[in-house]
């Protein structure tokens, strides 16, 4: 029925959406914020219909048809039945997790994200050691239908969240969260940039009635079980306390009109960190070493440590003598300044030490001493309803995280410029924020603008030492007008040591997005079109030792020169003479780099029929080449044209290329622009009950491509600590007398990085590419749980893989290591200072690399790698009815890659079983309300007291069972074809790990074994799998449940007790596996040897107001 007027009524902020069925009688209304609705048609000579009860899920294509009555009187009619659970709309496939779910599902660390390992074909690929909305690699560590793990898309309100390594930047709380949804097909052309799925979350709006919460959860060390490896020795649990506490508010500003929302967090962690060091004594910090000792005779009588005076260093009898100072003082005159000052800074043992040596005199118990996490988080969100025509919303979410230790030499009221690099701060800082505009042209047409920010910190390194005032500390003009004003960073043998590295940024990643769409409804087809931009930008402020790096030992001040023993010299001695072992500064460049995102696409979803509808779309993408602002960066390596360094009998070439000089691109790769990707659905309906539902779509990658190093551009100067053999050269005082280097940029050319490893990328690298397909049925079964089977498949091309460019061929390689490590005498002798290649003589291997001036060459995202994925995907999900929502998931499948060389020589890389390839894996996820007391089946009628007493209680749960990872073949050995697998496999011997050696013998062997392995001789090409599929790292087991008891107040206020039970089983996970390093004493063992990759057993106690 044509010109029929359909209109969307929110039932929870009262506004309306508005369009008209086409000639067909067809009708969509697009841009629906998640939530409850009411649909209402009308057409002059029918009767009004109303559909009540509709809700609309994120990323949700419902089907609602609609009969009219005729009428013959102006009437409505009321209509409650459900629209399809099934999905006959589009070929896409992924899970929603509802906000009864979102909000009481036990979730470690309050990470949203966690949802997503529900889904089938979700690999999870991190530990739940760290899952708090602040831990990147937890919230990312996942791999969906066999994608990369990190390389999925992560939307929040439709725009990406991803920092410039792909790690999720933000994470919403879940107060904050309406719905989640983790889309693992991406056969809409609408979205891309992924090599896997896409994980969408949804915030919360405003409504026409205020809604909010208010809770605190809590833990505590007396509710947590201890580690496997802690009860395995013996060892108490480890104190830890967290809080976290928050609320949230939401409501009408102007009714049906201006809705406001906003949700704070915060996340208290200390935990006791205690601390021993050592520090100088009284006397010794005057040069008084009179009583500084080293041990004791058979006596019992302590051994005096002699210090003796560097600068008396001389030759006797072709062996080099000292004269130790009298009465083992140094002379006032020979203290140095800087010295003293320091040393004046650092505060007293607090406690007598060692009974001979003094040592371990300052100690912070876990009383005085802690590590901390603090972390807060907010959003607010405005949605303004400004015509029936134009809607928007604007959301601004910020979160910060300020982690440290107490200092060693600071107290709470006074921070110590002198404390060390142990204590650096840890800061990172994230704003997300997305702003949308819809606006209906007409009846049939639908614009959708948004903006996108996000803006990641992270900031490490000391503070308290900046603006010390280097010459208010001793040292020379030259120094300290040069230098970065903080406290140098000085490390002294067996001691505390003083100063810092400098704070540093470490990386402020920002990303700016725009997308715009447009809905056009033409008939039986659906069009949109539209397009996105990404401006990514990384900086990187790494002040290195800017201020100096200076190591103190008991050389200088020791009886020998040459070697240090226990007897002689002392590191504080050294230091008082200003006379450190090695020193250096560091100068380096800023990095501010970015690449640009470019997309364009097209979507048509054709209703062919009732029973059919086809999605058919075609996607552009293009990833600009990464840029420098200062072309700091390499664009390649020359491999032709002839090195600056010649020498006799070598014809070299070579030498880094880089960007932005002669004539070089400013990127770091070529420009690709024939990314293409093809998108095709179908949907067919069997019958009312049944969809048979495939897909196809070619699917480009968001990578953040590493440029490698460029040489030149960071510069360190190292400090002359001796010229004549045991004598001190330059001091504390004027380290650098002839000035700090600066860095000399691209200036060198193909010179740059003589004698040093180098890393570039290949500047003729492809975006790398995924078809996903799959062919699934859905079914709808009573109770409105929908089940579904399918075949689901991927294919990832062009992945970068690193390669080492300069080895020996494999040619040399079979001459054997005699032949490789023979001296012969080193044509670079004297050209290269400061690197290994400049000595007298040089191992023959160096001279056969194809580039022997240069060390190993890393050539980083060569596109040559690929990964396939084929599973079986099961789903059983029930809707919320009577109080129940789950979702269970199981997923066989296989995931093949050739992701890196087995060996430098090899022409490809090795096909073989990928390390993060889950064989099996079962996920369930829900949430049910006991039925029992007011307004429940049973007991419903019971006395007042009873019945207060047994309503309100839930149950919930996520349950992960998946297979453990492919066991990585054993290093520094050789596989002999005995399967490794055991049957009576266990924590302490995990494989067969029974070993030929090179002379006959076995080792790690049990009675009756046959050697599984042989060790392996040095400089031999590696003939076998990287991987093992048959033998696997132990399975990962994990059940979190959560009981709570809602009580009601009033009747718009409740109060919910609750208890979270995370890890319930106190089941230990191993994603790291056992040790593979043949050569180690713990070759095969788990236990004692790995940490575990999950928390213990946590009990998480919690109060929640809700109105």
């Known amino acids: 029925m ?74 409505e009619v009321t209509v409650s039945a459900a629209p399809d659970l099934i999905n006959a709309q589009s070929a896409d496939r992924g899970m929603t997790i509802e906000n009864k779910r979102v909000e009481n599902t036990p979730l470690q660390g309050q990470n949203i994200f966690a949802q997503a390992w529900s889904a089938p074909g979700v690999a999870v690929t991190a530990g739940a050691q760290r899952l708090r909305a602040f831990d990147t690699s937890g919230s990312s560590g996942m791999s969906i239908n066999g994608g990369q793990p990190a390389g999925n898309q992560v939307l929040v309100d439709g725009t990406s969240t991803l920092s410039q390594s792909s790690t999720v930047a933000y994470v919403p709380p879940v107060s904050a969260t309406e719905e989640f949804r983790v889309q693992t097909s991406v056969y809409d052309a609408q979205y891309g940039w992924t090599s896997g799925g896409i994980v969408n979350v949804s915030t919360k709006s405003g409504t026409n009635r205020f809604h909010g919460s208010a809770y605190e959860l809590f833990q505590n060390t007396v509710l947590n079980a201890n580690t496997y490896n802690s009860n395995r020795t013996g060892t108490p649990r480890g104190a830890s306390h967290i809080n976290t506490f928050g609320g949230s508010i939401g409501g009408p500003i102007l009714k049906n009109k201006l809705f406001g929302f906003f949700a704070y967090e915060e996340l208290r962690q200390f935990v006791p960190d205690p601390f021993v060091t050592s520090v100088p004594t009284s006397l010794e910090r005057t040069g008084d070493f009179s009583q500084t000792y080293y041990g004791v005779d058979q006596a019992g009588n302590k051994l005096l440590k002699t210090i003796y005076n560097p600068y008396s260093t001389r030759l006797v009898n072709g062996k080099y003598v000292r004269d130790p100072f009298p009465g083992n003082i140094i002379p006032q005159s020979m203290l140095n300044p800087v010295a003293v000052k320091v040393l004046a800074g650092i505060p007293e043992g607090n406690t007598a030490g060692n009974s001979v040596t003094n040592l371990n005199n300052l100690v912070n118990g876990p009383g005085s001493r802690k590590f901390t996490d603090l972390f807060d988080s907010w959003v607010a969100r405005a949605d303004y309803a400004a015509t029936p025509a134009t809607r928007m ?203 640009k995102m470019i997309s364009a696409f097209i979507q048509d979803d054709i ?209 054997g290591t005699a032949y490789l490590s023979a001296s012969v005498t080193n044509p670079f002798s004297g050209l290269l200072p400061g690197t290994s290649l400049n000595g007298k003589t040089i191992q023959r291997r160096q001279l056969l690399r194809p580039y022997p001036q240069f060390l190993g060459i890393n050539q980083q995202t060569n596109s040559v790698g690929s990964s396939s994925y084929n599973a079986l ?76 007493m047994i309503s309100g209680w839930r149950i919930s749960a996520l349950a992960r069972m998946q297979s453990g990872f492919p066991l990585l073949s054993a290093t520094n050995a050789i596989p002999t074809g005995v399967s490794p697998k055991l049957s009576n496999a266990n924590l302490k011997r995990w494989f067969n790990t029974c070993t030929e050696l090179s002379n006959g013998g076995t080792q790690n062997c049990e009675s009756g074994e046959t050697p599984v392995w042989k060790t392996r001789p040095s400089d031999t090409l590696q003939t076998w799998s990287t991987y093992w599929s048959s033998v696997r790292n132990p399975p990962i087991r994990n059940l979190d449940a959560s009981l709570m008891k809602e009580s009601r107040i009033k009747d718009a206020l409740s109060f919910t007790l609750r208890a979270d039970f995370l890890n319930l089983t106190n089941t230990p996970q191993w994603f790291k596996g056992p040790t593979t390093d043949a050569n180690s004493g713990n070759f095969g063992k788990i236990a004692g040897v790995s940490d575990q990759s999950n928390l213990p057993r946590v009990i998480q106690l919690s109060g929640k107001f809700t109105f």
């Open 2 to 75: 044509s010109g029929a007027s359909v209109t969307a009524h929110s039932t929870e902020d009262g506004t309306n959406h508005a369009v008209e069925t086409d000639s067909s009688g067809r009708y969509q209304i697009p841009f629906l914020n998640p939530g409850r609705y009411d649909v209402i048609v009308k057409k002059d000579g029918f009767s009004t219909v109303r559909q009540t009860g509709m809700t609309i899920s994120m990323a949700q294509n419902t089907n609602l048809d609609i009969t009219l009555p005729v009428a013959s009187v102006t009437q």
């Open 873 to 948: 995907q099961t789903l059983f999900q029930k809707q919320v009815t009577s109080g129940a929502s789950a979702s269970v998931s199981y997923t066989y499948s296989k995931t093949l890659g050739q992701t890196s060389f087995a060996n430098p020589q090899d022409a490809r890389p090795e096909k073989v079983i990928v390390g993060y390839d889950v064989a099996h894996s079962i996920q369930i996820n829900g949430v049910y309300d006991l039925p029992f007391g007011r307004g429940q089946r049973f007991g419903a009628s019971t006395p007042a007291v009873i019945r207060t």
């Open 393 to 595: 919303f604007v959301r601004y979410s910020r979160n910060k995280l300020s982690e440290s230790r107490q200092f060693i030499y600071s107290t709470t009221s006074k921070v110590n410029p002198f404390d060390t690099t142990k204590n650096a701060l840890y800061n990172r800082e994230n704003h997300n924020a997305t702003v949308q505009m819809t606006h209906i042209l007409s009846p049939s047409m639908t614009l959708d603008l948004r903006l996108g920010l996000e803006r990641y910190l992270v900031r490490n390194g000391a503070y308290q030492g900046i603006g010390i005032g280097l010459g208010n500390l001793g040292f020379s003009d030259t120094f300290a007008g040069e230098a970065v004003d903080n406290v140098p960073n000085m490390l002294w043998t067996g001691y505390g040591g003083a100063g810092a590295q400098p704070q540093g940024i470490s990386p402020l990643s920002q990303g700016n997005a725009f997308q715009g769409l447009l809905y056009k409804q033409a008939g039986r087809h659906t069009l949109r079109v539209g397009g996105e931009f990404y401006l990514n930008r990384v900086y990187v402020i790494n002040q290195g030792f800017s201020s100096g790096n200076f190591t103190f030992n008991t050389i200088f001040t020791g009886s020998d020169p040459n070697a240090s023993n226990s007897y002689s010299g002392s590191s504080i001695a050294s230091f008082l003479l200003g006379t450190p072992q090695s020193g250096y500064i560091d100068v380096n460049t800023t990095e501010a780099r970015q690449q």
């Open 607 to 815: 209703h062919v029929s009732d029973r059919l509808t086809v999605n058919a779309g075609l996607r552009w993408d293009v990833l600009t080449p990464m840029t420098d602002r200062h072309n700091a960066v390499a664009r390649g390596f020359d491999t032709t044209t002839a090195s600056p360094l010649q020498v006799p009998g070598l014809d070299l070439k070579g030498g880094l290329i880089y960007a932005g000089v002669n004539g070089a691109p400013r990127g770091i790769f070529d420009n690709d622009w024939n990314n293409f990707g093809p998108r095709l659905g179908a949907a067919f309906r069997l019958n009312d009950k049944t969809v048979l539902r495939g897909g196809y779509g070619l699917v480009y990658s968001q990578t953040f491509d590493d440029p490698g190093n460029a040489p030149g551009f960071s510069q360190q100067t190292a400090m002359v600590t001796s010229v004549t053999a045991g004598i001190p050269q330059d001091t504390l005082t004027n380290p650098f007398p002839n000035g700090i280097l600066k860095p000399v940029g691209s200036s060198l050319g193909l010179a740059a990085g003589l004698g040093q490893s180098l890393t570039y990328a290949n500047p003729r690298r492809h975006q790398p590419w995924t078809q996903q397909f799959s062919l699934e049925v859905q079914r709808e079964l009573p109770w409105r749980v929908i089940a579904s089977a399918a075949y689901v498949g991927s294919h990832t091309s062009a992945l970068g893989v690193d390669k080492m460019v300069n080895e020996v061929s494999a040619s040399d390689l079979a001459k």
